[in-house]
């Protein structure tokens, strides 16, 4: 991936089409157009799935709380979906099995659950195997020792997939350059041009040399996320609906503060439902769900976030008194909502919705991580209708094109390359490292164990990270530390004591490959401590 090569083919072709926005939305448009038969571009201001993209519960699930609003549609679509990006992506879109405890005074009782959970079943398509089943109050504390037994009254497992939401879009993207998409982050909308009022292009600016280009474009399309509404305004479209933005926050504790034996999703006193994750040495626990209106650009968890989800915590579980102190890491995020008037954030549709303005922009804004590539199939139809129905197009291909790090038949695959890799891990004492690397690089991992033989260094821990960081600069575009260390493989969140070992050396790595100065180097020094500090602290 040269970004020099990107950015005079961005200059210098004329594309059909054009999408703002790196997220996990405008990867699955750019790799849904370009396998079409689309020459399509795309380029994101920041780093791939920077905002919403990186910061959910990291779920591919079926949104099991809509049931309550009634959205069935929506249920059955991302229920659906779930299967077809597990079977794309194996290796990352993991079988999940969460267990549901239902409780005397709060929830919908058992019967209404059962229920639920059978249509969500039905709706989903779920396998007769991972359908739901239900437990009494004593499987319940069986499955789950860990929770508080007052008002248990039964419970129920049923199926979900968990992801690594960052590490998605990134493999999407990859595939999207694969298919012929011309891609750049770092690369910000500063303006559209216009012929006779319609959008034929966009002015972008490249935010690591400060040089600005235009990208000619047939049609230009908006997946920004939060952003949006600013691009709409941009384009002096923002009229009728528009965002509501959410915030969802997540803590991460140490697996030996909340041991819990899997999944969990549970009521809270108001209403809500919680999920508790383990995760190799962590479990993270999440989400809050409150209106926001502040920086889009610097979105954190704040005190009162972190102790609504330590106290729910506290009450659920048995001999559990998590604090502030007990909290490793935090994210926060944004959801892209469509305003719907006198409702408050928990009510908020989670439906996707197109918006064409006169000037030919078409802005998509809402929707789950789950429905990515229905969204964006959604997105390129309207696309096609509009400007290319006189060509002859493949229909969408995406059910069908698995994603870049994958090679693999089904998850039984997957479990056979994983015990591979462990066995050549096994002899530098790095085997507890093979869960995650197999999880985020899948059967690119043969590449990053490549790069791992030639690096010289006595640390074996430091020198399998410098080889991810190279893999990640080579192939990935890795531009920053916090693009490496928090949207490639997810340290900031999920291992801490392990960032505070690999940080420096891999900075030093870093500042070689890019020719940084001394200036450079202690501004991405800085910028890394100013995020773990943001992720630990919680002083308002």
Known sequence: MNKDTIIEKLQSEKFDLLIIGGGITGAGIALDAASRGLKTALIEKKDF?????????????????????????????????????????????????????????????????????????????????????????KQTLKQEPL??????????????????????????IKSAIAHGAAVNNCCEAIDFIYSEGTIKGVIVRCNVTDNSFVIQSKVVVNAAGPWVDLLREKDKSKSGKHLHLTKGVHIV????????????????????????????????????????????????????????????????????NLDLKDIESSWAGLRPLIHEEGKGASELSRKDEIFESASGLISIAGGKLTGYRKMAERVVDLVVDRSFDERELKSCLTGSILLASSDFKNYSDVISYRQGIFEKLKQYQLQHHVAELVSNFGKHCDEILSRFEKIEESDNEIRLMKAQLDYCIKMEMVRTSSDFFVRRTGLLYFDLPLLGKVMEPCLQAMATQFSWSDAKLNEEKNEMKRLMDQALNFNT
């Open 49 to 137: 799935a920077y905002g919403t993209s990186s910061r959910s519960t990291k779920l591919i699930h079926g949104g099991l709380r809509y049931l309550k609003q009634l959205e069935f549609g929506l249920v059955k679509e991302v229920g659906s979906e779930r299967a077809v990006v597990h079977k794309l992506a194996p290796h990352l879109v993991i079988p999940e099995k969460m267990l549901l405890p239902l409780y005397e005074k709060r929830g919908l009782g058992s019967t209404l659950t059962s229920l639920g959970l059978k249509l969500y079943d039905w709706l989903a398509g779920v396998k007769r195997e991972d359908q739901r089943k239900m437990l009494t109050r």
């Open 147 to 172: 929770l508080n037994s007052q008002d248990v009254k039964g419970g129920a497992i049923y199926a979900e997939y968990r992801t690594d939401d960052a590490r998605l879009t990134i493999e999407i």
């Open 253 to 320: 504790v140490s697996r030996e503060k909340l041991p819990v034996t899997q999944s969990i999703y549970f009521d809270v006193g108001d209403g809500r439902m919680i999920f508790a994750i383990p995760r190799g040495r962590i479990t993270y626990i999440g989400t809050t769900d409150t209106d926001y209106s502040g920086d889009i650009d610097n979105v954190h968890a704040e005190k009162r976030d972190a102790e609504y989800l330590i106290k729910a915590v506290n009450l659920t579980f048995n001999n559990i």
